[in-house]
């Protein structure tokens, strides 16, 4: 199991613990990519942070949509440490899938069966 120190506005994939998987996909992650996140048993959203101000690529994420609130609510509790592990939700999943049946994605199909 993979658990990370609450210290900051982002995760650092270095502050993780116990996760060697999970920091060597976020390290692995474009800027602008996004991972789901189970923290502390809550399922969010977090994005690969951007090429630094020094032209650096930077390793950490951070929390976007529903979860930015929830993660700046985890400030209050800076310095415990939670569980974090990925996850696949399901609009994850089929976003991912959805590339892989372009047979599907055809003008002739999208006329079909576009009142279904």
Known sequence: M????IRDDTIWANHIEGGKALKDRIISLAPGEVIE????????????????KDG????????IGNMKTIWKSFQARRHQ?????????????LAALSDTMTEWSS??????????
């Open 56 to 63: 650096r690529p930077q390793q950490s994420i951070k929390p």
């Open 2 to 5: 993979a658990y990370v120190e």
């Open 107 to 116: 003008p002739e199909d999208e006329e079909a069966f576009r009142d279904l």
């Open 37 to 52: 996140l189970e923290v502390d048993g809550i399922v969010g959203a977090w994005e690969k942070t951007r090429i630094g």
């Open 81 to 93: 440490r939670v569980e974090v592990r990925e996850v696949r939700t399901a609009d994850a999943y």
